[in-house]
């Protein structure tokens, strides 16, 4: 494993996981260099700590159980007749709603109505 590789998975656990980003950069300099000798695993903890992260998959299905109840608040009997697509995005803009709440309602307005002339001459 490359530092490049490790980095971000570092940026974003390493201090959960109480692991210091020169401590791996280290280790995966050492690593890189002794890449043909068989060295013991436990030679490179910090290594071992994210490799073992970056392994490991959900033992639940909480994730697609909460996008299903999601869609079941979003399509409710006044909306039943959304097409498809139309009920996935609202699924998806309601499940990621943190991302929502920071959108300037004037320019999303703005940038949807620069994108095509709607208005029909008569």
Known sequence: MDWETLKPIVD???ERLEILPSAVQM??????TNKN???NPQSYPAIMKLNQLKNT???????????????NRVKTYMR???SDGHTE???LLNHHREIT???????TIHQFAAKVERRVSL
Request: net charge negative; hydrophobic share 40%; aromatic share 12%.
């Open 12 to 14: 974003k656990y390493g």
């Open 27 to 32: 280790e995966a300099i050492r690593y890189s």
């Open 37 to 39: 000798s068989s060295s």
């Open 57 to 71: 998959f959900a033992a639940t299905s909480a994730g697609p159980e909460r996008v299903f109840s999601t869609m």
């Open 80 to 82: 039943a007749s959304l």
């Open 89 to 91: 995005d609202f699924v």
């Open 101 to 107: 709440l920071n959108l300037d309602d004037n320019s």
